[in-house]
């Protein structure tokens, strides 16, 4: 079945600018979480919806950085004035419930470049 | 939540069993030890998890010390594409939902 999915894959941007990175979960689930990955590192949370709401959003790293799921499905994770540091792997996953034990399932994540 | 120590990396040949440890000296009594793993440009995939008891399923089998201070991650056979950044997390379960804290994880090299 269709797992999670994210775009675009890649998305090279000048700072500034605004970007909108897209996630469809997989059909059904309820939870969607947004990471960020930087070089090296390994993936750090920055948002949990439970439906259309978020949460959870202590991850988010500052006010340039917001995340909807108008309908409950599809998300958008959106960031206003890039900067150079927002370059990283931004990684979407979805769960059934949300609970504390549900497998999370990962997208491939968006590949952002801010020059 | 539980701060884990893996090692950087480990080397393991195609075919032998390949053992992971995670020290989780700190963890509370309600919190799950988690195993997922990273293969290069691609997300992190669920593995295994366990609270006290050893688990085992068609991946690997996952080793709880009786503490539960430490675990071991076992791939029973290892092959070349098992090659990944592993990843053990020990999460709480409050606030009812799962957000994943991970670490730097273990490079595993798995060579002919």
């Known amino acids: 079945g269709a797992g999670v999915s994210q775009t675009p894959s890649n998305k090279v941007t000048e700072k500034g600018k605004y970007v909108e990175l897209r996630c469809d979960p997989i059909s059904g689930h309820t939870a969607l979480y947004w990471y960020r990955q930087s070089l090296g590192q390994g993936p750090e949370f920055l948002i949990y919806f439970q439906g259309t709401g978020a949460a959870d959003d202590s991850g988010l790293p500052n006010d340039r950085f917001f995340a909807v799921r108008p309908e409950g499905s599809v998300s958008t994770l959106k960031i206003q004035r890039t900067e150079r540091g927002d370059s990283a792997v931004y990684l979407c996953a979805s769960s059934v419930q949300g609970t504390s034990t549900d497998t999370q399932y990962f997208g491939p994540g968006t590949r952002l470049t801010v020059l | 939540d539980a701060k884990t120590t893996q090692p950087t990396s480990m080397d393991c040949a195609e075919g032998r069993a390949a053992n992971l440890p995670c020290n989780h000296s700190?963890?509370?009594?309600?919190?799950?030890v988690y195993w997922y793993r990273q293969i290069h440009s691609q997300g992190p995939q669920y593995i295994i998890h366990?609270?006290?008891n050893n688990e085992t399923n068609e991946m690997a089998s996952l080793i709880i010390t009786e503490d539960r201070k430490s675990s071991t991650l076992i791939l029973p056979h290892a092959t070349l594409r098992d090659t990944a950044v592993y990843y053990c997390i020990a999460q709480g379960t409050s606030g009812g939902y799962n957000k994943l804290i991970f670490g730097a994880g273990t490079r595993l090299a798995v060579h002919p």
């Open positions: 700190t963890i509370s009594g309600n919190e799950y």
């Open positions: 366990g609270l006290k």
